[in-house]
């Protein structure tokens, strides 16, 4: 049987303010011990990187984390309709504080959430905030980049455009989907639980961490894995830190660790 651990670390990086929010909610504690990290069967963990200023941006993310973890707690039945149900429910908390409020118009967020348990992983997400499977010393991503990125990318394969102009091109981080209160234009859900296997992590970012290149994640990764979730969260996050990049956005890890017990 798998159980799993799980850390989270986050950095402001070069920004005024932190924008970013994350969450995990153990649903099945297995075990936990003194100077050890909490074990469990079943966990949800969501994280989601907010726009919209340091008011609008910050409310949005923490409120999406937290409606999210609330509904998928209350909520039954199978885990794909449940991840869906808790991204309806966070995005009409969004829609209903706007209302509320008039001059938080225009705040939202990108939103990863993942169910972990016997099956597997599952997850749905909004935005451009990656993630991510390691296992055996490598990276894949799970989920769509819903940003300009991977059109630009495209157009550079198709020789369209060259390769650095898609690089360097200012809308490439521009979102074609996020959780606004209004329309969803783009979802990526999991269509089957992907069976994890005794030593994977999957790791849920914001885009701050695009800073390093999938080569140092994995170096990264490999070189604390042992040493558990906390560790590879908080090394993670370091090297951002020390890149000391001088537009560096906020970034903000959660690792879950699937052990053999």
């Known amino acids: 049987m798998l159980a799993f651990d799980f850390g989270s670390r986050a950095t402001q990086g070069a920004r005024e303010y932190q924008e970013d929010s994350s969450a995990v909610h153990p649903v099945k504690v297995t075990s936990s011990g003194a100077g050890k990290e909490q074990m469990c069967s079943e966990l949800v963990a969501v994280l989601a990187d907010g726009m919209g200023g340091h008011a609008g941006g910050a409310l949005a ?6 409606q999210f973890i609330a509904t998928f707690g209350e909520s039954e039945g199978a885990i794909d309709a449940r991840l869906s149900q808790s991204l309806a429910a966070a995005n009409e908390a969004i829609a209903e504080k706007v209302a509320s409020d008039p001059v938080l118009c225009g705040m939202g967020s990108t939103m990863i ?3 972990f348990g016997s099956a597997g992983v599952e997850w749905i997400s909004v935005g451009d905030s990656p993630l991510m ?7 894949a991503m799970l989920n769509e980049d819903h940003s300009l990125a991977p059109e630009l ?5 198709a020789g369209q455009i060259t390769q650095e102009q898609a690089r360097q091109d200012p809308r490439r981080h521009m979102l074609r989907s996020a959780v606004t209160g209004e329309d969803l234009d783009l979802i990526d859900q999991s269509r089957q639980p992907l069976v994890l296997e ?14 390093l290149e999938i080569n140092e994640v994995e170096r990264i990764i490999a070189a604390y894995a042992s040493d558990g979730a906390e560790a590879v969260a908080g090394a993670l996050v370091r090297s951002v ?21």
């Open 133 to 139: 499977l390691f296992r055996r010393g490598e990276v």
């Open 153 to 157: 990318d495209r157009l550079a394969a």
């Open 113 to 115: 959430g993942v169910a």
């Open 241 to 261: 830190d020390a890149l000391r990049e001088p537009h560096q956005d906020n970034a903000t890890i959660v690792a879950v660790r699937a052990v053999e017990v």
């Open 198 to 211: 005794d030593g994977d992590y999957v790791v849920l970012a914001s885009d701050g961490i695009h800073s």
């Open 61 to 66: 993310s923490r409120l999406i984390c937290d």
